[in-house]
């Protein structure tokens, strides 16, 4: 499965057969883990194994049945923490689903939530993401137009196209879809967050700048991997 691909056929999995993931898997996305905390300065951590997976359960809404593994998107505080974990967070959510596995975003009611990980002084929890193997493969949401979320127009170069699309295919907190992208008559991309009462717009930023540059082949971002 390409990138591409992974980006079409993913979808928010909330129930998963409990099946562990073997060792291979596990090292497999320990390494990308390692990769995202070395380049984005995260603490991101894959906790596997554990059946109270307490942090999902005390997911801002939605029922979660059958999670044992999850991963930790955490950080020092900061400005920038939110986009960066979206980025990151979202760049593990497609390897996964390359590895045949599913997975979902979890907000949660608290900052302080129990599970089996650790934090430094001055770190947060932004989210958790659940990872296994799903009991379906999940459904496709209801999603806005291109025009809803960007300046593109019928002359719109095909790279922007692409990467708006991409954009609209990307999970966002209660599927707000709160971005926009606008292509500046000098070439420059411009991805902004809009306002929301549920927040996590930043959060939502960062994943949605990840589906662009995939999609488009055009760095919008000042992350790497
Ligand atoms: C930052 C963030 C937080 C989320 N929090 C939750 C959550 O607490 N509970 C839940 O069931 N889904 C949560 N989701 C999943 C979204 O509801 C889901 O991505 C959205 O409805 C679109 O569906 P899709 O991912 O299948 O495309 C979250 C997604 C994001 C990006």
Same mark, same amino acid.
């Given at each position: ?5 992974? &980006? ?19 090292? /497999?996305?320990?390494? $990308? &883990?390692?990769?995202? @905390? =070395? ?5 991101? $951590? ?5 059946? $109270? ?15 044992? #593994? ?26 996964? $689903?390359?590895?045949?596995? @599913? ?14 990980? #650790? ?11 659940? &990872? ?18 960007? @300046?593109?127009?019928?002359? !719109?170069?095909?790279?922007?196209? @692409?990467?708006?699309?991409? =954009? ?21 991309? /411009? ?15 960062? &994943? ?15 992350? !790497?991997?």
């Amino acid at each position: 499965m390409t990138l591409l691909e992974a &980006i079409e056929s993913r979808h928010s999995v909330r129930s998963y057969t409990g099946k562990p993931l073997d060792g291979a898997t596990i090292s /497999a996305l320990q390494q $990308q &883990i390692d990769r995202c @905390n =070395a380049n984005g300065r995260l603490h991101i $951590q894959l906790v596997t194994n554990e059946p $109270q997976a307490s942090p999902c359960r005390m997911a801002r809404y939605g029922k979660f049945s059958g999670v044992t #593994n999850y991963i930790v998107m955490a950080g020092q505080r900061s400005e920038d923490l939110d986009e960066r974990v979206g980025y990151y967070g979202e760049h593990l959510v497609l390897e996964a $689903q390359m590895m045949g596995l @599913n997975t979902c975003w979890v907000g949660l009611t608290y900052s302080k939530i129990p599970g089996a990980f #650790n934090l430094a002084e001055g770190e947060k929890v932004v989210a958790v993401i659940s &990872i296994g193997y799903g009991s379906t493969a999940g459904t496709t949401h209801k999603i806005k137009k291109a025009g809803d979320v960007s @300046n593109v127009t019928a002359d !719109s170069p095909e790279w922007f196209v @692409n990467g708006v699309k991409a =954009a609209l295919l990307a999970p966002t907190a209660v599927n707000q879809q709160k971005f926009r992208f606008t292509l500046e008559p000098s070439g420059k991309v /411009a991805a902004t967050a809009r306002f929301s009462l549920v927040g996590y717009t930043h959060v939502d930023l960062g &994943i949605v700048k990840y589906h662009f540059e995939a999609a488009s082949g055009h760095k919008i971002s000042n992350y !790497s991997l």
